[in-house]
Nanobody
Framework: VHLVESGGGLVQSGASLRLSCVAS????????MGWFRQAPGEGRKFVAS????????YYADSVKGRFTISRDNKKDTVYLQMNNVKPEDTALYYC???????????????????WGQGTQVTVSS
C-alpha cells in the first residue's frame, strides 16, 4: 500500500487543519488506518486510528476532543480533522495502515505495516 499525506502547513494557535491520506490500493476498505506524529527529537507517537469500516475510532488523550479521524472508502482516503490546534501539535504527521487491525486500538508503531512520507504541521503561538 502506497500512502500519500497532504494538508499540512503553518497555522496559528486555535486554527483548524484537515490532513488527508490517499492510499494506492483498491482494497483500502480492508485496512485499519492510523495517524501518528513525530516532533523534532522525539519518537513517533500515536494520534488516532480507525477500523476498516470506520465503526470504531481511537484517540490519544492529548488530542481527544480536538481531532477527528474519519475515512471515505470510496475515495481510498483517511482524514484527520484538527481543530483548536496548539503549538505542542507541531510535528511531522504520518498516516499508517495495517491489514490486521481488527477492531482494537493499535497505538504502537510496530503494529502498522505501511507508512506515508509525512506532512508537516507547524503551529505558531
Amino acid at each position: 500500500v502506497h500512502l500519500v499525506e497532504s494538508g499540512g502547513g503553518l497555522v496559528q494557535s486555535g486554527a483548524s487543519l484537515r490532513l488527508s491520506c490517499v492510499a494506492s490500493r483498491d482494497n483500502f476498505s480492508t485496512y485499519y488506518m492510523g495517524w501518528f506524529r513525530q516532533a523534532p527529537g522525539e519518537g513517533r507517537k500515536f494520534v488516532a486510528s480507525i477500523t476498516n469500516t470506520g465503526e470504531k475510532v481511537y484517540y490519544a488523550d492529548s488530542v481527544k476532543g480536538r481531532f477527528t479521524i474519519s475515512r471515505d472508502n470510496k475515495k481510498d482516503t483517511v482524514y484527520l480533522q484538527m481543530n483548536n490546534v496548539k503549538p505542542e501539535d507541531t510535528a511531522l504527521y504520518y498516516c499508517a495502515a495495517t491489514f490486521y487491525g481488527g477492531t482494537y486500538m493499535h497505538t504502537d508503531v510496530s503494529e502498522y505495516d505501511y507508512w506515508g512520507q509525512g506532512t508537516q504541521v507547524t503551529v505558531s503561538s
